[in-house]
Every structure is written in structure tokens, then in C-alpha cells.
């Protein structure tokens, strides 16, 4: 596609499950990143991707947050044992090459209930 | 540890009144000052990258500037379409161990409203 594509665009889930986040960056772009934004705040870094390994993880909250990126295309956030904090907008960017600008996809809200 | 600052956090002007939003940063070697436009219920959409202090981009009826300290996003004669939240973020030269620098650290935005 030309975007970035996110799905599912919105997730409801139960406290404790496990949910995952799906992210089809721009084709060629071989940087993705995935963000958390909270309602009213800017974009926080989770995770960056260079190709098919984690470059920088230093965002991730704990051990509950883990993504891959496994042919070096799509990515999938996966976190497990949800948490009612754990609520918010995911964000995926990608980028041509790591120091280029990032273009975002539309997001996907989660909300654990 | 990189530092984002924007202000103010609201802005309400009347169509056609200029007007400045303004981005203070730190950051241990700036690689690149990013600004993004945000639509509700959309992912951010990137407008410039500004390298080096004295920098100037224009796009339409916004202009950013860069110092070595902030950033400045002109409005010039704005319209209602736009009404968006801001976002600046800034990108390090070099990450936590050494390597290049990759991810964008935001500041917390500013939400612009365009009344006709």
C-alpha cells in the first residue's frame, strides 16, 4: 500500500489476556518503530527495528512488551498479561533508512477493560 | 536524557491571526528537529526536518525556524483546516551505546484551534 497500515484500528480487550499488534510498514522502508501515546501526551519510543533484529529496545515498560519483525516487512507488537495502564494508542513508523523522517501509521487503540 | 518542551499546550485563533508555537529541547547532540501535524484519531504526519540552528523550512502557510536551544512553528494567516495538534520531536546524533541515533523523542504537543 502507500501507508503505513495498522490493524486491527481499535482492540478491546480483557485484563491478563494476550493481544497482538500488527504494523505493514511502506514497502522499502527497512526502519520501523513502534510508539505508545497516551490521550493528551506526544508519542513515547518503544521499539526500533533495522531491518529483521531489534536495533534499540530501550522503551519496552518490561517484559510483558515484546515485537518482532521476522523477514524484515511486517511487525507484530505483542503483549501479554494485558494491564488497564497498558491503554492507549500503538504507533508504528517506518522510514527509508534509520535517520531519515518516519511516516506513521493511523494507530491502533487499545483498551484493556 | 533527551528533553522535549512545547508550548503553549492550547492555542484558540482567530482565522487569519498569526501566531508562534514554540518547541525548547536537550539533547546530547542534535541529529535532526522534527515536526509532525496530528489529526484526531490519526497517526502524526510528518511536515519538516530541521538540521542545523539558523535552519528555515516553509510549507504552505507554516514556517519552522531552529536555534540551538528551540524551535519556532509559524502560522501564518491560518485557516480553519488548520486546526491540528503540533508535535516536535528531536533526534540524537548518537543512540545510548554509541551508535547512531534513531529514535524521535516528543514533546507533549501543542493543540491548535482555527475559529472561522
Known amino acids: 500500500g502507500a501507508g503505513v497500515s495498522q490493524t486491527p484500528s481499535n482492540k478491546v480487550t480483557e485484563k491478563g489476556k494476550y493481544v497482538e499488534l500488527r504494523c505493514d510498514p511502506i514497502?522499502?522502508?527497512?526502519?520501523l518503530y513502534w510508539y505508545r501515546q497516551s490521550l493528551g501526551q506526544g508519542p513515547e519510543f518503544l521499539i526500533y527495528f533495522q531491518g529483521t533484529g531489534a536495533a534499540d529496545d530501550s522503551g519496552l515498560p518490561n517484559d510483558r512488551f515484546f515485537a518482532v519483525r521476522p523477514e524484515g516487512s511486517v511487525s507484530t507488537l505483542k503483549i501479554q498479561r494485558t494491564e488497564r495502564g497498558d491503554s492507549a494508542v500503538y504507533l508504528c513508523?517506518?522510514?527509508?533508512?534509520?535517520?531519515?523522517?518516519?511516516?506513521f501509521g493511523q494507530g491502533t487503540r487499545l483498551t484493556v477493560v | 536524557e533527551d528533553q522535549v518542551t512545547q508550548s503553549p499546550e492550547a492555542l484558540r485563533l482567530q482565522e487569519g491571526e498569526s501566531s508562534s508555537l514554540n518547541c525548547s529541547y536537550t539533547v546530547s547532540g542534535l541529529r535532526g528537529l522534527f515536526w509532525y501535524r496530528q489529526d484526531p484519531g490519526k497517526g502524526p504526519e510528518f511536515l519538516f526536518t530541521?538540521?542545523?540552528a539558523g535552519e528555515e523550512k516553509e510549507k504552505e502557510r507554516l514556517k519552522a525556524t531552529l536555534t540551538k536551544k528551540e524551535s519556532f512553528l509559524h502560522i501564518t494567516a491560518p485557516k480553519p483546516e488548520d486546526s491540528a495538534t503540533y508535535l516536535c520531536a528531536v533526534q540524537p546524533a548518537r543512540g545510548p551505546l554509541g551508535a547512531a541515533g534513531n529514535k524521535l523523542t516528543f514533546g507533549g504537543g501543542t493543540r491548535v484551534l482555527v475559529k472561522p
Open positions: 513508523a517506518s522510514s527509508i533508512y534509520r535517520n531519515t523522517e518516519a511516516f
Open positions: 530541521l538540521y542545523s
Open positions: 514497502s522499502g522502508h527497512t526502519a
